[in-house]
């Protein structure tokens, strides 16, 4: 079967593509990475430099606008709007044959329409929940802590509606995603979950968490999409001697006045970290805490359960596709600071617990298979239509 994908940037898409190759179905990958990423990726993945196509034009002139100080993001959206018209195009002008085009939300209208008109199937996959689901429940978010959001773009809506309409199927990582596509009237006969991988050969337990203090940590973008605002309340009212929250990853500006006002102490903010370090935060924390309002399956969950770190996370990350209550984690409500600082309590107060749930986790990961298994799955899905 001669399989070609189109993304973005990396998401889960060179993660399946590896796996395609190695079982002889990737025809090609197109990408908006610059030419040096794609090398890079070419050489960690193993993959031939030759099947990777890419075209960092739009892209980069996307990247570069903003950081031009008067740049809105009304004015980004509109450059998204040439950027996805741009890319469509040009994966559709460069399409090889194939039996199956899987391309990533936004960037396979075109491409789909051609690889359907030479007998092929399109999939449109889409890694969080439909997009005008999102745009609604973030809108909601942000009117909450009276924090301005540009409302999404309606070209970029409407364009992913007419890529649901035109795919022959949809492909989804979650039960809570296909949710929010049922929601907007997609019949979920047109929808499959396929839930990711983890790479088991890259996240493993290294340590054990401090025995002097309690450690939690969130990895991702710090933002009101993630839910950062009630962790950051939550984290406050905890009462704990000896409590410290990490953050691993890059804090979204327009949380940096409540950020001041609900206070800092005892929470440290790494940063960005190169990838090969996470497994360490992971395995040295108590809990990994992941609030979001929105999102399709954080990979970070399936990592921290791979290195032995128990989770607490809403339905809104896909957790009830990955493990189950009690079990490997919590499943606490979103949008609730006393859920989160319940969640807290119960884990801090049981070290027994907290082991069960470690030992767990690490058991389901290696049920549930690595990115073999999930390109095991898309597979037969393609080979099923």
Not at 101 to 113: D, E, F, P
Request: include cysteine; aromatic fraction near 10%; proline fraction near 4%.
């Amino acid at each position: 079967m001669r399989i070609v994908q189109s993304t973005w940037v990396r998401y889960h898409h060179f993660d399946l593509a590896r796996e395609l190759y190695q079982m002889g179905h990737l025809e090609r990958i197109f990408t908006c990475l610059p030419w040096w990423k794609a090398n890079l990726e070419a050489e960690q993945q193993q993959i031939p430099r030759d099947l990777i196509t890419c075209n960092f034009l739009m892209q980069g002139i996307r990247r570069i606008c903003q950081k031009v100080p008067f740049y809105s993001k009304e004015m980004d959206g509109r450059l998204a709007v040439v950027e996805t018209r741009f890319y469509s195009n040009w994966v559709a002008d460069n399409l090889p044959e194939c039996d199956v085009y899987m391309g990533i939300s936004g960037s396979g209208l075109h491409a789909g329409k051609l690889a359907k008109s030479r007998g092929a199937a399109y999939i449109m996959d889409r890694g969080s929940t439909h997009i005008r689901y999102a745009n609604r429940i973030l809108n909601e978010e942000y009117a909450k802590w009276n924090i301005k959001r540009a409302n999404e773009n309606e070209w970029l809506m409407a364009n992913e509606e007419a890529e649901i309409n035109e795919s022959t199927l949809i492909t989804v990582p979650s039960d809570f995603v296909k949710a929010s596509f049922v929601e907007q009237g997609v019949d979920s006969n047109k929808i499959k979950v396929v839930p990711y991988g983890v790479s088991l050969s890259e996240f493993y337990p290294t340590g054990q968490p401090p025995v002097d203090k309690f450690c939690i940590l969130f990895v991702g973008q710090f933002s009101i999409r993630k839910g950062a605002l009630y962790l950051l309340e939550a984290f406050k009212q905890f009462k704990h001697p000896k409590k410290e929250l990490i953050i691993v990853g890059h804090v979204s500006e327009d949380l940096s006045l409540y950020i001041k006002q609900i206070g800092v102490a005892n929470v440290k903010f790494v940063g960005a970290v190169p990838r090969n370090e996470v497994k360490t935060y992971m395995s040295t924390s108590h809990v990994l805490v992941l609030p979001s309002i929105e999102e399709g399956l954080a990979l970070v969950q399936a990592q921290a359960m791979a290195c032995g770190c128990p989770i607490i996370a809403t339905p809104n990350t896909g957790s009830e596709t990955l493990f189950d209550h009690e079990k490997e984690g919590l499943i606490i409500e979103a949008m609730s600071t006393n859920s989160i600082i319940e969640a807290f309590d119960k884990l801090s107060q049981d070290s027994l617990l907290r082991g069960n749930m470690g030992n767990a986790g690490l058991e389901k990961v290696k049920k549930l298979g690595g990115w073999r298994t999930y390109a095991e799955n898309m597979v037969n899905i393609f080979q099923g239509i």
